[in-house]
Structure formats: C-alpha cells, structure tokens
C-alpha cells in the first residue's frame, strides 16, 4: 500500500531532509513539494544533492496542491503552520513539524512565542510512555522541537525512576548549523561558524516549556550553543540525585525506559555518544553516570537535528498515522566517518 | 532472494562503509565482517554509527570465515588482496577494492606499485562502454580507485567524441580524509587538517595508469590533495580541444556518454558538481565548460570517495554479479547540509 | 633588555604555540627548544608554520642545554615537569604549564591524578586579586590548566560578589582538538572529529580541584566536550544566584571584577563570547544574564585553548617573571575570519 | 616616526584584517576606519575580534573622514576605488587592494570587468623583479589579486628560468571562504560550505589577465574552487618543461628567484605548503617538481588570502612607501594548528 504525502516548505532545510528520506521510502510519494518564493523552480536548484527530484519543481502551498495528498508534512517557519491547517480538511491528516500546536499551556507558548496560542495537537515523540499510539490514532500531530527531542529523552527516564529531582535542571546543548536554517545571515556564514563555537538566545530558550511539559521537569535552565559542522545536537543533562546514585543506576533507568525501542540506543559503559554516529538518521545514541564531584546525574544525548529532530521523526509520526512500519524509511546508521 | 556477503577488511572505513550499506541493503545480508586486530571486537566499538550490527562481532579474515558467503568484498590495504584471493574457492565471486588486479599492464604496475603483478580481473567501473555486462558475467570483479572514478568518467566521453586530446590531460583532485584511512597519524589528526589544504603524492599517483587504461588517455599530470572535509572528492579535469570546441559540445558529450545511467548526473548549465550533494551516495555529478583565456577542455565531476569511489561502486558491482537490480541499496540523494 | 628563554615540550601544540609568540616577541629569545624524540630535527619539520625558526633545530630537554637561560617554560604532559625543575638550579626562573605544582591540596592532587603530589607553586593566573604580584615576586609559577582558566574567570566574580552560590555550580566547556595533543590517536582523526561533538571524562575530570581552589566553589559538576575546531574553549558556567538577581548584577559583578584587566573583556549587552574572537589571542571575552526558567546565573567564557589557556598565560607570567611589560609579545586581536 | 592610516572598506573581511594588522603595527595608526552602512556603528559590533578597538567606530568614507591620513589602504568592492581615488588629494599616498587599477591594458579589462578602465597604477607586488623600488617610489598602488598572489609567485620563476613553456599553462586553486566576502548569501552559509567543495566561474576567472601581466604567460586555463575553510588558498600551477627538466631544476629556480626574499619561502625536498602553515600571515610558501607521467612541471604555493592575498600584502605596500621596514607588523608565523 503506497500514500501520498504533501510537503508544506519544502525549500527549508528540514523540508528538503523531508523530500529526501520521502525519495527512498517504499510506501510514501511525495504528490506536492510546497514552497513560497521558490514554487516554480526546479527542486534541485534548491537541493542539488535530491537527484532523483530530477525536473521536479515545486508548488505553491495551497490546499488545491495538496489535495491529492493522504498526509501533509509541515516544515514552516514557527507560527505559519496554523493558519495553512485551518485551510485543509478536517480528515487530511497533518504531521507539522512547527511550535504552533506542542504546548498544552497557552500562557507557556506565551511566555516565549509571538501571537495567539493556536491548540494543542497530539505531541508527536513516539518514545514517550502512551504516546505511540495516541498518534496512531491522530490526525493532527505536533513533532517535537529538535532541542527537545535529545533533552526530554535523556530527562524523563531519570525523572519517572525517581532517581532525579525535577527542581533545577541544568541542560547545556549544542547544534549544527543546519538548525538555524537556510535564510542567509552574516552570523550563519561558512566564514564565520568555522572554528567558532558561540552561544545564543541564552536563558531564555523557547523548547524550555516543551521539555518541562514531556518529561515532568519543573525548573530548567538551558543553554543552546552554535556548534561548527552542519548537523547534530548534543544535549548535557545535569539533574541532581534524589539519592544515593551510582553510575549503573543511571544507566539501568536509561535501558529500562528504551527497552524495545528501534530508534533508541543506550551506549554500552564507556561509550559517549557523537553526533556523527547519528548522521543522516533518525537514532538517538544516550549515556549517563553520576557526577564525582558533586554528585549530580549527567546524561548525555546525540542526534542528528534533521533527522531525529526534524524530518526522521515526522515522517516516523506519518507512518504511525498511515498504519505502516514504524522504522520504514528510516535508518539508524550513520553517515560517517 | 537473498544473497550472503562477507568482507575482508571490514574495520577500515571503506570497510565500514560497505556495512552500512549492507545493512540497509533488501537482498544482501553479512555473513561475516572479517578484521584482523580487531577480529572478536564488537562491530560498533569500531563503527559506533553501525547501530543496526548490535551486539554483532568482527571475525577473522579466513577462507572458514567466509566460506558461507556467495560474494566476497575486499577492502584491504594494497597488495593484500592477490594472497587472500588465492585461498578461496574458484566459484566464490569477489569484488576487490584493492589496486592488485586493475592493471592490465604489468609494466605500469610495477612502476606505481611494490610487489609482483597478480594479474588481471574485470575491471568493475559499469559506466564504460560494454563494462556493465562484463561485470555481471564474471566472478572476479576489481574494482575502480576513487581519484580514478572521478576522472574516468570526467575525461572518456571527452576522448570518445574526439573533442580532446589524449596527450596532456591535466587533472587536479581533491579528496576528504577517509580517503586516507583510519590508521592514526599526525598529518591527519582534526589539528592538522581542520583549515588546511595541501598536496601530496606530487607528480607520482598511483591511480594514473588505471586512469589512462580505462579512458585512453596517453598523458596524464595529477595532483591530489587533502581537504578539509571527512568524504568527497572534487576532480578538475582539463584537456586540450581538437579543434573548435564549444561549452554545448562538451556538455553534449556528457550528456550522451551517460543517457540512462541512474549514478551519473551531468548537471544543467550553470551548475557544478559539489560534493556536498554526493555525501552518502553512489551518485556522480559532472559539468564542463571550455576555458575562455587558454581553449582547454575543463569538465569537473563530484563523488564521495567512499561512496562511488569505494563502498558504493563495489556493492553496485556485487548486484550485477548476483543478477539484482543494479542500483538495490543504493542511492543517489545525498545526505546535506 | 631582552631576556633567554628556553622550552621544554616544544615539540608539542603548546610548546609550538610557545615559539610562535617568543619568535614575534621583542624582548624574549629562545636560546633552546627541548623535545625528546625530536631532538636534533629540524623546528619547522614538526611545525611547518614556525618559518621564522629557518635552520634550527630542536636541543635535548638537559639542564646543559637550558643553562643560559634566565627564564624555563615547560610545556610537558602532565606528570613530568617536577622532575626536570629538580634538576635545574634555584635561582633560574620557570613557568610551568603541567599540573604538577598547581593544587596546594595533596588528597586534591591523588583523587585525580597518578603520582604522589610534587609540591605546590605560585598559581599563574594574574587576574585574580593579589595574583599579579606574586607571580611578579616568584621564580617558579604553576600556570593554569585550560578549562580552568575559562572557568574561574567566569565564576570568581560571581562568588566573590554574594551573587552566586558556591554549592551546585554547573560547568559545561567544550574544546578544540588542539587541547588533546598531536600524538596520533583514531579518535583525534579528522575523520572522526569533523562534524562530531562527543562528550569524554564525563564526570570526572582533573580541573575540578584547580577551579575549586582558585574560585572558592564547593562543588562543580563539569563536563567537557571535543568540538570541530582545531583552537577554542567556550565554557558555560551555572550558578544558584543567591536571591533576587537581574542581569545587570551579574554584568556589574563582572565588570567591576575586570576593571583596567588588558586580556579580559566583559562585552556590550546582546554580545555573547566567541572562540573565533579570540584565536590567536590572550584575551578571555565574557558575558552573562539569569536563566528566565530556573534563575541560575549563566557566564560564558572564552578564550584560546592554546593562547591564554596555554602559551599566552605562559609568556604573560613570564613577562610579569622578568619585569617586562605583561603584555608584550601578546595581542588582544583575534585573527577572524 | 609614526604615520595615520585610514582604511577605506573597513566592514568587510579584508578591510578587518588591515585594521587587525595596524593595531598591533609599530609605526602605523588608524586615523579613519570607514564604512558605508556600517558608518556610525562600533567596530567590534562588526568584528568582534578586534578588541583593541574597544569603543570606536566606523567613520564615513569621505575624503573629510580620510583629510589627516599620509596614507589611504582602500578594500572596497571592484570599481569603486577609482571614484574615491579621484576624490583624494594628489599627494596622499593609496594602496588599492581593487582590481582597478591594475591591468594596463584596457582591453583586458573589458574582458573581464564591468565599466571602463580607469587607468594603471604601480603594481604592488614587491617580490618581482624592480617592483620594490617601483613602489617605494610610488604615491598610488595597486596591490594584487589573491588568486594572482599565489600564482604569479609560482609560475614566474619558471618562465624567468626559461624551464617552461608560457604557452598552455594550467592552473587549479582552492580559496577558503573568506575570498567571497561578507555579503550574506546562501551558497556561502555555514552548512553549505562544511563538508563540501565546489568550483565556480570556471573558465573565466578575472585574475587570468593580471596573472599574465605580472607573469609572461600567454595561455591560463585557471579554474578556481571554494574550500571548507575560512582562509587560505592553495595554488597548484602545472606548465610544460621546455626540455630535459628535472625537480631539482625547478627547486632551484624558485630557490634563485627568492633568494633573500623575507615572505617567501621554497621548502625543503619533501615538504609541501600548507594553508594552515600561512594561517595570520604574509607569508608565501612555495615547491615544485616535475611529474613522472606527463613531464609537466608543477608548483605548489600557498598563502592566507586574507594575508599575502590582501590586507599583508597591503601593509607590505604601505611600509615601503613610507619608507618604514618592509616587514614592520607582519609576520611570516603562522597561527597553526
């Protein structure tokens, strides 16, 4: 059985990361690749390694492009998605990958998001105690941001095995360009990223609320970093113990909480993760142990922004929805070295 | 059906990334991944991206090892492949990565090579003329050098229309550092190499009898170099023109060299090859130009080295060899930014 | 006046660094540059960017071979510096960058490190109150570790004004490659490192008691990371603010900290610290604001690893050493892009 | 004695490299670092790595902003120096890093070069043959191409030498990102450019004239590339050997043509340039050989495009015709690794 599935800004990073992992999937086609400024033009000027786009162009984002399609994918900037889903029908089912629908509190989103709260959609981490099949039965699922993805799957394990308290947690993560997007700005340059790490948007991170939200967290203080390469987060989870914690505690609630999981690989002792094992898939590579000094827990968490944090787990979310193999599609070895 | 692999050579990086592909791969399964030190190790103590190889271990490098496997892939040093050739069974097909059996001339082997000729196989490059079915027909296949995939396919259609010169191509390349393995050394640590670009092998590289046996070439100056980027090589491939010879002369002789071929690209006019958009793929993207000052031919092409320069060719070799579809766990999307 | 100065270690990333600055300083001349395996090569075989060193050649590490010096720095692992300081006479100047004279704590010495604990020095760092003037009044400096510098220059003034909690600090730092050595090593590859972050000595590394005793913490939690880059440190310190504390509090505490300091810039508001900015360097850039979520303090510090983490603080101690103006030989300029 | 500099162009990457090199210059201050929309703004708002620069800021860029300047370096875009040039007294000295005033033919200006040509001043290029004296002596200078740097340094010997053909010579470079500017563009940003190489005006490029006026060459095939890396360029030059020549003939050619010289260095047999070698400076390292297949004579060079191909060479320029020390504020050490 084969779907079709329409990409709303399909120009973006994550849209092209979409477009890409849709090219080799068995069961989806993509009918429209969406875009704005760029609908008309050839896919591959925009994305010249999506050969097999060929003289593909993309569309505009419109309901009539898409209504040939079984599932929409939204990859918009934060804020737009809303606005295009109130458009379609109420039996389309959507997968946005934007902030719009993942808070269940409008007075978070506005606390760190411009506008009106739009609603609270199924929150789309399959991995989450429940959550795979809530959105199974959706058809209207938020993905999760891509910071959030790597913090919450470190975070919660610890929280739910009662061996971190939820008060002052103090998560440090960095990001591979690919993050910030494809729109050109001087602080984005090739020039100036190379052999310079930098912090931004320090101590007031808007994915703090999604992360409290899924994994029961009650005080976080998150630190993004602008990393030199152009994919991958890699989240530093500190949480004090509520005990006395050894190391193997750490990681037993790491293995318990994943057991079965395909996409979820806790490390085996004495092996960090890298975001260039997670390169090009939709893994998550985890470790934790217990600080020497000061006894704080720390766990560590790898993936690939785009994939994991972006189209792996969207299109993971759109073959949940379509009732296909969970993994299809996807992969979980790395492009590396 | 299903065939079983086993590879020799499987803790170096081409090694590693014929796993890969293997692992994603719907008809090929690993029988074995032969090491030497690091035989008994587990897979992903070497390969920490390889998630899929579990618990899974490197074995010997022995003839009992593999003598399960249907195909043998070797993606050993130079000059080690001729020994472990000799001890398997004359019906156990092979794809060799190694130099040993390209050469048809023993004479030009021994002036780029040390050690005694060890004959000659199919040579395992499908793009060329008649090559495609040769391959499939046979049971030793040896496969192509990476510089030399690149420039092969730049300079022969040049040649085949007659609107170059075989006398004095001119090739410079640039290749990533997994073309040098993953044997520590100073030159190569991230210190060295992150920011830096400089030649090696000056005026003397190996690859340049194989180029000028598989594309007629009667001269050849090349000088490679290492970039600062872990896969890709970019080949810049100059020639005199015969006569008078247009950029539409030169992008038409590409064009009809490959008309049809799913791994080669020859882009549309004003785009060059990157091999960004190569990363993690078979996929090979050309363009050409004649030079406005000097009349020269120049025709760029893009490839991962260790994509259709190294693991990606010899897994294409394998399906023609086993009769599957030629391109089976293989794509040409390239994993970017 | 100008004044000798011999190296011990310079064959190594700091002692490279070390000969950069000497050879464009203009009162200090080195009279030797000890190596072990490299005595007798020539400088620039091992560091091809030294071009001002021509012809010479690397000494023994012997006290013969250091005896016309008036000033010693040594730039040797971890462990070896108190032997060879054993050796030399009272009176001739050192300023060591191993760790082996820097703790005044022995029990703080064997929890991290191998060996019985060598004695304590005069702690290089003239930023902290009262520090100039004894390293101006000493013969034999202990510099600081690289992490620590970042660190402590970032905490002290949180502690020392009330406004941060000295329990519970959070430290997250990463590194460029540099601060690993050029000894060859897989995991140092260019390979392995380019577009990887990996965390190592994950709750546990040797700076925690050096960052203690030089800022008055109680308990650090520190993780480091490996970056992309091949210079760098950025490090990112958490506190518990100790009441109600804005962001202008903690911009005071660290400015009024670092009033008249020529290394240490505390930036404009918006400003945050880049590694880029300060390559090359001796200067620390720094910055901080409270957490909206958790109201930690966050500062992030920067500097160069190999610069005012290494061969700057070095020379700016020796300078301070001799009677020499503490920033000549030494510049505040990044070289960026 | 001291003299004011002002700097025309002073926002953008080469304009900050000036500024870097005059801040710490002996003898050299900046009276005016002008701007255009930057005019007003501090200059570390722009370049955050120019510390010295603490609170001043960008001037306008007038002949009033420029009045008490003995000397203006102009780094503006290509075809506006002449305009300003006009502007400016007679007597004020000018080095012009732009291309408009370099090529003394008209003809070839047009061919590559919008607008009319505005005439010829002293090339700045102090390493040819009377080109010193001719720039000492000058009060308007022209200053080199940063292709043309690394190239003209390579092939000149060789011709002077008359152990190459000028007819037919090949050349491919690779320049780090930093060549391209600071103009936010998508092909330059940071995830574009990791991991990537590509070349660009192929067939074409407007440094082919100028490298044949400075060189006696009369045929260039250039094709140029952008490298992952912020600086550097890495010229591989090939030309036909005009009869029985030898690496060791080549070695002495570029060995006699440099003899003396204080920026350029012909390494020692075995050694090849590097970027990262010439990373910060104004330094030019050179090797040669002759190439066993084609007998081809090929030279390497590297240099710092932000260095010797712009803002060294500049102040290079501006020390002789102040009659100051050719190598005050420059150095040849590189910032490696």
């Excluded at 875009?35 to 097999?52: F, M």
């Excluded at 898409?66 to 089912?93: N, R, Y």
């Excluded at 967290?217 to 602008?226: C, F, H, K, Y």
Aim: glycine share 10%; hydrophobic share 45%; proline share 6%.
């Amino acid at each position: 059985m084969t779907y079709q599935v329409a990409v709303a800004g399909a120009s973006g990073y994550a849209g092209g990361e979409v477009l890409r992992l849709l090219a080799d999937h068995p069961q989806l086609d993509v009918v429209a690749a969406g875009a704005h400024s760029n609908a008309g033009e050839y896919i591959t000027a925009v994305h010249p390694h999506l050969t097999a786009y060929g003289d593909r162009r993309f569309t505009p984002t419109t309901p009539e492009a898409f209504a040939e399609a079984d599932l929409v994918i939204m990859t918009l900037p934060h804020g737009q998605s809303a606005a295009l889903a109130a458009q379609l029908p109420a039996g389309q089912k959507i997968v946005d990958l934007g902030a719009d629908h993942r808070l269940e509190d409008a007075a978070a989103w506005e606390a760190y998001y411009p506008g009106p709260h739009a609603g609270t959609w199924t929150y789309g981490l399959p991995e989450l105690p429940g959550q795979r099949e809530a959105i199974a039965a959706s058809t209207r699922v938020a993905a999760t941001g891509c910071y959030a993805v790597a913090t919450i799957l470190a975070l919660r394990p610890l929280l739910d095995a009662g061996i971190a308290s939820p008060e002052d947690v103090v998560v440090v993560a960095a990001s591979g360009t690919s993050g910030a997007g494809n729109a050109p700005k001087k602080n984005l340059l090739a020039s100036e990223v190379m052999g310079a790490m930098s912090p931004y948007k320090v101590g007031a991170h808007q994915h703090v609320p999604e992360i409290k939200q899924a994994s029961g967290a009650a005080s976080i203080s998150m630190t993004p970093l602008l990393a030199p390469m152009p994919r991958g987060i890699i989240s530093t989870v500190t949480a004090k113990a509520t005990g006395d914690v050894t190391a193997a505690d750490v990681h037993a609630a790491l293995v318990k909480a994943y057991d079965g999981e395909h996409f979820v690989r806790v490390l085996r002792e004495g092996q960090w993760p890298s975001t260039a094992s997670t390169f090009g898939t939709n893994a998550v590579q985890l470790q934790g142990t217990v600080d020497k000094d000061s006894g704080r827990i720390i766990v560590t968490s790898a993936i690939d922004n785009l994939g994991k944090g972006a189209a792996g787990q969207v299109v993971q979310c759109a073959n949940l929805m379509l009732g296909l193999p969970e993994a299809a599609g996807l992969t979980v070895n790395g492009v590396a070295p």
